[in-house]
């Protein structure tokens, strides 16, 4: 049996075909004029006011030019005051805020991050929705964590997609108290934090099995679900959980494009992945003679481990479709079956974790 993070983990066989000497165009154009970019859609900041973070904006710029991380997402809690701060540079920092829910019917409380290209927007959706927040008002405003109905939540949900911006499930099954998957679903566009290492810093803990697990029950389910990775850090720059933006400029508002796509994959490697010529995160209508591509070239060289070995599994909703130790650069082409969706996943060897966890191509 393969090492996986989750005990007893296997998959049913769902052997693809092997396409020799293919043509990678398909691939090699979607990432055309696009580099690798790593970051972190999820940290806090001593930014004053209600903020719990223990490091300054600027002392967070500092962190990101040692370990060189390109992105990070500073989401304080109830206040938007960090986003207006002289030393917040939106080429490298993402524009958010953390809330808290609570609904009514189901009585559930969850956390979740609203991400957002352009800095007003967060201000215009809380102003928008005072029975959900009791937004105060101003760069100085503050907001409060209010019991909503699921509904009206699910409408405030729209509101940020409307403004470009996304809605992250966080650290989901760290707070949410449910053994349902439907209860994690937030609609249409949902992402979820599957790597979560806060506490303690590490792939393989509890809380990224039970994330990734509830990730894979999701999709079973049939919902279109994104992934991300976050370290949830308030004291220091961390790079145990990572993601990679394959994007073709550096700058905030970009990363947030792709994470909103799905464009992306929760970890420190890179994985490039097309399905003919639909990227990840995309829904492409099945023909006979497709083809799935991958690429795996580029690794934060800060986490990888040149003494690892790292096997790639390429999974669909029937099983498992591929899988291999692999060198960098590596590259593979699959046949493709008519399968709701696909998937790639870099599980390190020694201990079953994922370092690498790529969001779907889903087929119709």
């Avoid at 101003?138 to 009206?152: A, H, L, P, Q, S």
């Avoid at 810093?201 to 991300?228: C, F, H, Q």
């Avoid at 850090?233 to 905030?252: F, I």
Wanted: aromatic share 12%; hydrophobic share 35%; proline share 4%.
């Amino acid at each position: 049996m393969k090492m996986h993070i989750i005990p007893g983990l296997s998959f049913e066989n769902d052997v693809h075909s092997v396409i020799d000497n293919a043509d990678f165009a398909p691939l090699d154009g979607l990432y055309a004029n696009r580099k690798a970019y790593y970051g972190d859609f999820h940290a806090h900041s001593d930014s004053g006011g209600t903020s719990d973070g223990k490091m300054k904006v600027e002392n967070w710029l500092k962190g990101m030019k040692e370990y060189k991380i390109d992105f990070i997402g500073i989401m304080d809690h109830r206040q938007i005051r960090h986003m207006y701060l002289d030393s917040f540079d939106p080429e490298y920092l993402i524009y958010g805020t953390e809330p808290a829910g609570r609904w009514n019917d189901p009585h559930l409380s969850f956390h979740y991050i609203i991400i957002v290209p352009r800095r007003e927007s967060v201000a215009k959706v809380l102003e928008a929705f005072p029975d959900v927040f009791e937004f105060t008002g101003g760069i100085e405003g503050t907001f409060e964590y209010k019991r909503v109905d699921r509904e009206r939540f699910l409408e405030m949900v729209k509101a940020v997609r409307a403004e470009d911006g996304v809605v992250v499930h966080a650290h989901p099954k760290q707070v949410m108290k449910s053994n349902d998957p439907d209860d994690f679903y937030f609609g249409e566009g949902s992402i979820i934090e599957t790597m979560y290492t806060c506490d303690p810093p590490s792939l393989a803990n509890d809380a990224t099995r039970d994330n990734y697990k509830l990730w894979m029950d999701m999709l079973e389910r049939g919902y279109k679900v994104i992934n991300t990775g976050t370290n949830d850090s308030h004291r220091q720059t961390m790079l145990v959980a990572l993601n990679t933006v394959y994007s073709d400029r550096k700058e905030g508002s970009a990363y947030v494009e792709y994470l909103r796509k799905g464009d992306l994959n929760a970890g420190f490697f890179g994985i490039k992945m097309c399905i003919d010529s639909s990227p990840v995160g995309s829904t492409a209508k099945f023909n006979e003679g497709m083809k799935l591509y991958i690429k795996i070239e580029d690794v934060h060289t800060f986490r990888f481990d040149k003494d690892e070995t790292y096997r790639l599994d390429v999974i669909t909703d029937v099983g498992l479709a591929h899988s291999e130790v692999i060198a960098l650069p590596y590259k593979t082409a699959l046949e493709v079956k008519k399968r709701r969706f696909y998937r790639a996943v870099i599980i390190r060897e020694s201990d079953g974790a994922p370092v690498a966890i790529g969001n779907p191509i889903w087929l119709r």
